[in-house]
């Protein structure tokens, strides 16, 4: 069974940094598509930055210059350094897989396309 454990969230003030980490274990299969989205409490669930196999990565507009994701596959790991945190970055930050195949870089930052989900790590941004 895909297991997806997120790390790195926590308090930060306006302007702070924190990187995220998703550990994947449990699958024998590659993970082709891997994602970050965020939820903020009243909001929907946005897709924040996504990587594909072929190293394809699409971020949503509002985090371009202020977050990289990379992966580490040695590792199995999924990053999400960001930098110059704003308020409206804060929430609930799920880690998002597919395997078997790609969903593509059209569809990296949508939600519906991924099969495995972590339970999340928290991300409060303060002034």
């Known amino acids: 069974q895909v297991q997806l454990v997120e790390s790195g969230g926590g308090s930060v003030e306006l302007g702070g940094s924190l990187r995220l980490a998703c550990a994947a274990s449990?699958?024998?299969?590659?993970?082709?598509?891997m994602a970050w989205f965020r939820q903020a409490p009243g909001k929907e669930r946005e897709g924040v930055a996504g990587?594909?196999?072929?190293?394809?990565?699409k971020y949503v507009d509002s985090v371009k210059g202020r977050f990289t994701i990379s992966i580490d596959r040695a590792k199995n790991t999924l990053y999400l350094q960001m930098n110059s945190l704003q308020s409206e970055d804060g929430g609930m930050y799920y880690c998002?897989?597919?395997?078997?195949?790609?969903?593509?870089?059209?569809?990296?930052?949508?939600?519906?396309?991924?099969?495995?989900w972590g339970q999340g790590t928290q991300v409060t941004v303060s002034s």
């Open positions: 998002a897989a597919r395997g078997l195949a790609s969903v593509g870089i059209g569809a990296l930052l949508d939600a519906a396309r991924f099969a495995h």
């Open positions: 449990g699958y024998s299969y590659r993970m082709y598509s």
């Open positions: 990587i594909d196999s072929n190293g394809s990565i």
